[in-house]
């Protein structure tokens, strides 16, 4: 397992966070490629290769929390200066995107509601990551 050492903090595992900056990448490139792609494509694919997109981030999502939670309890175990409540990131994540898909399927229908909520996961999960990330940096150093 690599370690990172961190400003007082001790041994620190160290692949978790960097996850979440791959997540970071990947959500990025994956929602400038839509349109960047899709403009050369014909209308039919441009859709397809919105869902196809939309899957892999939402699959990547999960991956990110997953990183997220894993790197909270390690930040934990190891006795750092910054111990993360990591149920506050995932709850956060998790009960937006319900509230919008709950919310909009109730005026607009279960389609409606889906529409909303797996873009609104993918935005949270992004803010909940970055905003991680940040405060790690900002209380240990790393990273």
Known sequence: ??????????????????????YLFVTVLGVVAIPVV?????????????VIVLFLL???SVGALYALVRDSV????????????????????????????????AFAGV???IVAGVPTLVAT????????LYRRHDRLGVP
């Open 1 to 22: 397992m690599t370690t990172d050492r961190t400003d007082g903090a001790g041994s620190v595992p160290g692949r978790y966070w960097r996850a979440l900056g791959v």
């Open 38 to 50: 899709g403009d050369r494509l014909p209308s039919v694919l441009t859709g397809s290769l919105t």
């Open 58 to 60: 939402v699959v990547a």
């Open 74 to 105: 390690a930040l934990g175990r190891a006795n750092a200066r910054w111990e993360p409540v990591w149920w506050v990131y995932l709850g956060a994540s998790l009960a937006v995107p319900a509230a919008v898909a709950y919310g909009t399927k």
């Open 111 to 113: 389609n409606a509601g």
């Open 125 to 132: 999960v992004f803010a909940a990551c970055a905003g991680y």
